[in-house]
């Protein structure tokens, strides 16, 4: 019994050290001992917080004839010009096929260049000068009324021979 009053007071004993050991000891001392307590500018009291963010530099880089790719050192693309293509590809009847026509009488439907349209719908076409923007204005019984963006004024196009 002796044995168990003297292992219970030890450990009171050691967490009354360890409680008074917290009190006054820093939570989490900095690599040189001291704490990373601010001093609030308003109060001069201390605080808390952690230190002000700092911004994040912003990366800039040149690309000078000087500068060569280091795993690709024969490479030009660093220093190739670089040219957009923003033309919009010029209009030629002869790249659009009427393919089909079909749907009901008041719900006519045209296949142009595999793609099915009504009347008012708008789609991009891939043609032989590039991508074309393809308005349907009209599916008449035997031909297509539309038109594009280079190409303002309304197209008849009709159905391909052979084709029914």
């Not at 990373?36 to 308003?42: Q, T």
């Not at 660093?78 to 040219?83: D, E, K, P, R, S």
């Not at 590039?130 to 035997?142: A, H």
Request: proline fraction near 7%; include cysteine.
């Amino acid at each position: 019994m002796n044995t168990r009053f003297f292992n219970l007071l030890l450990a009171a004993l050691l967490l009354a050290v360890h409680t008074s050991r917290a009190d006054t000891a820093p939570a989490h001392p900095a690599a040189d001992g001291k704490t990373n307590v601010l001093k609030s500018a308003e109060s001069g009291s201390e605080t808390n917080s952690g230190p002000k963010l700092l911004p994040i530099p912003v990366s800039v880089f040149e690309a000078s004839p000087s500068i060569h790719d280091p795993f690709f050192p024969d490479s030009t693309r660093l220093h190739a010009n670089t040219v957009s293509n923003t033309a919009v590809p010029v209009f030629s009847p002869s790249n659009l096929k009427l393919k089909a026509l079909f749907g009901s009488a008041n719900h006519r439907l045209a296949m142009i260049n595999n793609h099915t349209f009504s009347s008012g719908e708008k789609a991009e076409l891939i043609t032989l000068n590039g991508k074309l923007m393809v308005y349907c204005d009209e599916v008449k019984e035997n031909s297509v009324m539309i038109h594009t963006d280079s190409q303002l004024q309304p197209i008849e196009i009709f159905i391909s021979k052979g084709v029914r």
